[in-house]
């Protein structure tokens, strides 16, 4: 069974930092890509950023020049470092990861959750 685990979410400042961090476990073979989704209360899911085992990234354009993902493809771990924070980046982060050889082929996290106070 491939299983998803964050950690890194708590209460930050605005201005603060944070780190996320996501590690796959279970019968994988290869990981295509990982990424990041958060959902705020009474909004849509949305991408955060997502990062390709052969590191070709991509950001939401709300967090671009502030997050950044990255990986360590020998652990099967994604990171989100997250730079200056702001109220809006509230929400319940969620890690996904995409294994062509899995059924199906998508897993998410439980979510955790980083709360920006002002």
């Known amino acids: 069974q491939v299983q998803l685990v964050e950690s890194g979410g708590g209460l930050v400042q605005h201005g603060g930092s944070l780190r996320l961090s996501c590690v796959v476990s279970?019968?994988?073979?290869?990981?295509?890509?990982m990424g990041w989704y958060r959902q705020a209360p009474g909004k849509q899911r949305e991408l955060v950023a997502a990062?390709?085992?052969?590191?070709?990234?991509n950001y939401a354009d709300s967090v671009k020049d502030r997050f950044t993902i990255s990986r360590d493809n020998a652990k099967n771990t994604v990171y989100l470092r997250m730079n200056s924070l702001k109220f809006e980046d509230t929400a319940v982060y969620y890690c996904?990861?995409?294994?062509?050889?899995?059924?199906?082929?998508?897993?998410w996290g439980q979510g955790t959750q980083v709360t920006v106070s002002s």
């Open positions: 990062i390709t085992r052969n590191g070709n990234t």
């Open positions: 279970g019968s994988i073979f290869s990981i295509h890509a």
């Open positions: 996904n990861a995409d294994i062509p050889s899995a059924w199906p082929r998508n897993f």
